[in-house]
């Protein structure tokens, strides 16, 4: 019995080690900061917890019958080698399972419907069309006519869509806090909604292996007040030099880049991109995909 | 030259001695021996299905080691922020080559081995149903992962990942002859594979002893037969898909990248199609292992048999209709994704209901703490741990945020190894003094438990953690910017423990050859299942007389109503030949693979044409049975007996 007992300490340990690294800030998809990534959150905290409804109790029914019927000379627990079956038991753990996967599945495809729909309605969103390149990402802010490489900024509390492609290998567009990822594939424009309920800098990083510089593929998403926000399109806009074609064919190049910014592109140029990876033999529908995020084309 | 070798690396050139003095090595003891008349009768021609298995388990056990190293060299690569130990180029190489060596040379083998060593003895048959064409499925496995493993030190290894998504695998972003070999590799072996399937499967269908109706078959038996159907029907997908691929590589066609029409989605689709079900596909017959040690070392009958059963066919069946989950953030609709979603739990029903049977099978029994049920205890928290994040991971929208993360590969190692590995090495210390013997000894069967069992642990549990910190897979190298560097570096040293666990498994194998605990009972553990009531090693054909096999757990009843297995008078024994054409047509394989791989169209053909004169060759042998005379058999039983 003293084994189990140190069983169980070493066991709470861990769980509150587990629990104290939780609440570490480091631990960023446990600190969403915007309502796509707290759905998501909600999500994970739910299935663990049904999960861990399951894991503890058969653990510690391990435990319990592992130490009991060890065969031990003067082992005096039940010893009956031929009974095996009980049409409650079976019913029981065939029942168990069904219901917490019945309750967990019901909520998944609650979210996963709900997480089509931009976070929120009542504000005008904004629009960035993301490129993943070998290796760097490029921004298009089309509203504003701006373009930053490896940074985005982002006013809070608006729902930002961002339009998905790639002009190299498919890469995969994440920003944990702020929600999940989207794959970038070329030829294609996928939707994904993110939003950030507060200002601040959010990491951002390429998800999908695309070859020897996937591992420099990281970003900031810098949320600012709308204000502030607009100021920064404005400076941008004034002071960055022309993003020209010649310029994006450079940039394109396989090779790592610092963060810019420029204060226009060539007009077009994101659906030029999107159709010369083979998006001209795509149909609308297809092209722009069934999104898990994406919103009825409006314009 | 240049293109030819790999230069440039001191790892490499290394491997390339290492590799230079292992051969001459093989080669001399062999000579000075005079030992190649017996490799080639004894080994290289055998259809015998114990020999097969052996040779198995010994490419599986050196594919463990390679991949193993290739872990350890990630590792190390990972243990702190900025570590200038590997190139990116060397590792992405190495994250690919350790993916596929794990699952298709190291994984799969191993599963053969086991198939071999106890699917005729379990049913109580004299061999598979096609020995010569189980042959030939161990030669092409062969061939197929000698042809994937050159690939590092001639050419240079495939580098865009184990399941090689293009357009990052097309000749626009990986010109060089990596991932032909890759293609090449696995299709040889994948023919080798889908023969395995179809030859287990018919042999369990027909070749059981009388009596034994598929509903009194030993779980393991079930357990591959579930295997070999999935195999079956996801076998053909893997190669048409990386059929497909080398027609895009070698003729430039345009099937996976958007220019010309094509589709990349495609291909990530079929070979998730194959690639979801090759994980049930290694993972059933470890069930079905757990199932008979669990039995077995609890002296008590399986608990919920038909349960069993029903489970492991609806694992099979379902293991189809999830494969989508792989890629929910592709983008399909939210209906596609919330149906992949579902299915995907609910694999963790009938999972879940076999934790259940096996805990109850323990439950009111008597548990030997043996090796394999040491592995197979192990497994259980194990699992379920593994399999409750494979929950997690199913909810779609979470998946957003685990996909491509340190979650998902903590996830995958723990159902893996926990699952998988545990399972096979269970199987190995309990059939191994079937096949060899003798028992591996226990006290460094303990060792190598703990050490794997620890590091196991040290090792992925803070991959679940860095996976919350946002790290993904396949970086080479990260800051210290993100907090990331302390659960690298007791990642690392997890690995390391196991990487000392399994050189101790080496060592006990190795002392067991010499001091391990003989068997001379043929039933070592007080088994239940038909395989323990014929000598060990069995004799070549396995049953002197084919048993009667009326019961569950037949050798068991046998036991309590006191029948003895031998007879008094034998018959003549109908046995299949060796043959030296399934090794020459998978050499031919190989020189068409090396070929094709290079673009040496010529050799290609030439090696073509060569499976083509061995398959003709084939059919123009008539003779390729013989019969072991009554007398012999007689005389090889007495033997035995007075062993025993």
Redesign the interface.
């Known amino acids: 019995m003293k084994k189990l007992a140190m069983a169980k300490t070493s066991l709470l340990l861990l769980l509150s080690a587990c629990l104290l690294a939780g609440c570490d800030k480091r631990f960023i998809l446990l600190h969403p900061k915007g309502p796509v990534a707290q759905k998501e959150y909600d999500l994970i905290v739910l299935s663990a917890i049904l999960c861990a409804i399951v894991v503890i109790p058969v653990l510690a029914l391990l435990v319990f019958i592992v130490i009991r019927y060890r065969d031990k000379p003067g082992n005096k627990a039940t010893y009956r080698p031929e009974w095996n079956e009980s049409k409650w038991l079976e019913v029981f753990w065939w029942g168990i399972p069904i219901v917490i996967i019945g309750v967990l599945g019901f909520y998944t495809a609650k979210t996963t419907f709900a997480l089509v729909k931009p976070p929120v309605t009542n504000v005008k969103p904004v629009t960035i069309q993301v490129t993943s390149l070998d290796w760097k990402w490029l921004f298009q802010y089309p509203d504003q006519k701006i373009a930053t490489v490896n940074y985005a900024e982002i006013p809070a509390g608006v729902p930002v869509q961002f339009v998905l492609t790639s002009d190299a290998p498919m890469n995969s567009f994440w920003v944990p806090q702020l929600g999940g990822q989207e794959y970038t594939m070329p030829g294609m424009a996928m939707r994904l909604w993110l939003q950030a309920d507060k200002p601040g800098t959010y990491y951002g990083s390429g998800a999908n292996f695309t070859g020897k510089g996937f591992a420099h593929m990281k970003f900031k998403v810098v949320a600012k007040p709308q204000s502030e926000f607009l100021a920064w399109t404005k400076q941008v806009k004034k002071t960055a030099p022309a993003l020209t074609k010649e310029g994006y064919e450079k940039l394109a190049r396989q090779g790592l880049a610092e963060k810019t910014a420029f204060s226009s592109y060539p007009a077009g140029l994101f659906e030029e991109i999107v159709d010369k990876n083979g998006g001209k033999y795509m149909s609308h529908e297809m092209k722009h995909g069934h999104g898990h995020m994406h919103q009825h084309d409006e314009n | 030259m240049k293109d030819f070798f790999v230069t440039g690396d001191p790892l490499i050139y290394g491997a390339d001695a290492a590799i230079v003095v292992t051969v001459v090595a093989i080669v001399f003891v062999l000579t000075y021996f005079k030992k190649w008349r017996w490799l080639w009768r004894e080994w290289i021609t055998t259809v015998d299905h114990k020999k097969i298995g052996i040779m198995y388990i010994i490419c599986s056990l050196l594919m463990l080691f390679r991949g193993g190293v290739d872990a350890i060299l990630m590792r190390l690569q990972l243990a702190m922020p900025d570590t200038k130990f590997l190139e990116?180029?060397h590792y992405?190489e190495i994250f690919t080559t350790h993916g596929t060596i794990m699952i298709l040379f190291m994984a799969m083998p191993f599963m053969f081995a086991l198939f071999n060593w106890v699917i005729p003895l379990q049913i109580g048959a004299r061999d598979v149903a096609f020995p010569y064409l189980n042959a030939l499925s161990f030669w092409l496995f062969f061939f197929g992962a000698l042809l994937f493993n050159i690939s590092f030190v001639i050419g240079g290894s495939p580098?865009?990942?184990w399941l090689a998504?293009?357009?990052?695998s097309e000749l626009s972003?990986s010109p060089g002859v990596g991932e032909n070999f890759y293609i090449w590799g696995i299709q040889i072996s994948g023919i080798g594979s889908l023969a395995s399937g179809i030859n287990f499967l018919v042999t369990i269908l027909k070749m059981r002893a009388p009596g034994m109706k598929l509903m009194k078959m030993p779980l393991f038996s079930w357990s591959v037969l579930a295997s070999c159907i999935t195999i079956i029907f996801t076998f053909p997908v893997l190669t048409v898909t990386l059929a497909l691929l080398f027609v895009d590589r070698f003729f430039g066609a345009h099937i996976f990248?958007?220019?010309?029409?094509?589709n990349?989605?495609m291909y990530v689709n079929l070979i998730w199609m194959w690639g979801h079900p090759e994980v049930y596909i290694v993972v059933l017959p470890a069930f079905g292992i757990y199932s008979e040690v669990v039995s077995t070392f609890?002296?008590?009958?399986?608990?919920?048999?038909?349960?069993m059963v029903f489970s492991m066919m609806i694992i099979s069946v379902l293991s189809y209709f999830t494969w989508v989950h792989h890629?929910?953030?592709?983008?399909?609709?939210?209906?596609?994704?919330?149906f992949f979603?579902?299915t995907t739990?609910?694999i963790?029903?009938p999972t879940?209901?076999k934790?259940?049977n096996w805990?109850?099978?323990?439950?009111?029994?008597?548990?030997?703490?043996t090796q394999p049920m040491l592995w197979t205890?192990a497994f259980?928290?194990c699992f379920?741990?593994g399999g409750?994040?494979g929950?997690?991971l199913?909810?779609?929208?979470?998946?957003?945020?685990y996909?491509?993360?340190y979650f998902l590969i903590a996830h995958f190692h723990q159902t893996l190894i926990g699952g998988v590995v545990f399972g096979y090495l269970a199987g190995l210390y309990y059939w191994w003094p079937k096949i060899f013997g003798f028992k591996l000894n226990d006290r460094l069967g303990k060792w190598a438990f703990w050490l794997w069992n620890i590091g196991f642990y040290v090792c992925f549990m803070p991959q679940y953690?860095l996976?919350?910190?946002?790290m993904?897979?396949?970086?080479?190298?990260?800051g210290w910017d993100?907090?990331w560097a302390p659960y690298n570096l007791v990642s690392t040293v997890g690995a390391f423990l196991m990487g000392i666990g399994f050189v101790v498994q080496g060592w006990q194998i190795i002392y067991s050859i010499k001091r391990g605990e003989r068997d001379l009972t043929g039933d070592p553990w007080n088994g239940r299942t038909l395989e323990w009531s014929i000598p060990s090693p069995p004799p070549v054909y396995n049953f002197a007389k084919i048993p009667e096999a009326s019961e569950q757990d037949a050798w068991w009843e046998m036991k309590k109503k006191g029948i003895k297995p031998t007879a008094t008078s034998y018959e003549a024994i109908h046995m299949p030949k060796n043959s030296g054409i399934p090794f020459l047509m998978s050499v031919c394989w190989f020189i068409a693979g090396f070929g094709l791989t290079f673009h040496w169209i010529w050799i290609g053909l030439a090696g073509l044409a060569g499976v083509g004169i061995c398959l003709l060759a084939r059919s123009f042998q008539y003779k390729t049975e013989y019969y072991i005379p009554a007398k012999e058999v007689s005389r090889i039983e007495a033997m035995y007996r007075r062993g025993a």
């Open positions: 990116s180029q992405n580098d865009a990942g998504y293009p357009p990052l972003h990248t958007m220019d010309g029409g094509g990349p989605m609890s002296k008590k009958k399986i608990f919920g048999y038909t349960s890629f929910f953030t592709m983008g399909a609709g939210a209906d596609v994704n919330a979603a579902i739990m609910a963790g029903i879940g209901v934790v259940f805990l109850f099978t323990m439950f009111r029994g008597r548990i030997r703490m205890l259980v928290p379920l741990v409750a994040t929950v997690m199913a909810v779609a929208p979470a998946d957003y945020q996909h491509n993360s953690a996976g919350f910190m946002g993904t897979r396949r970086v080479y190298t990260y993100m907090g």
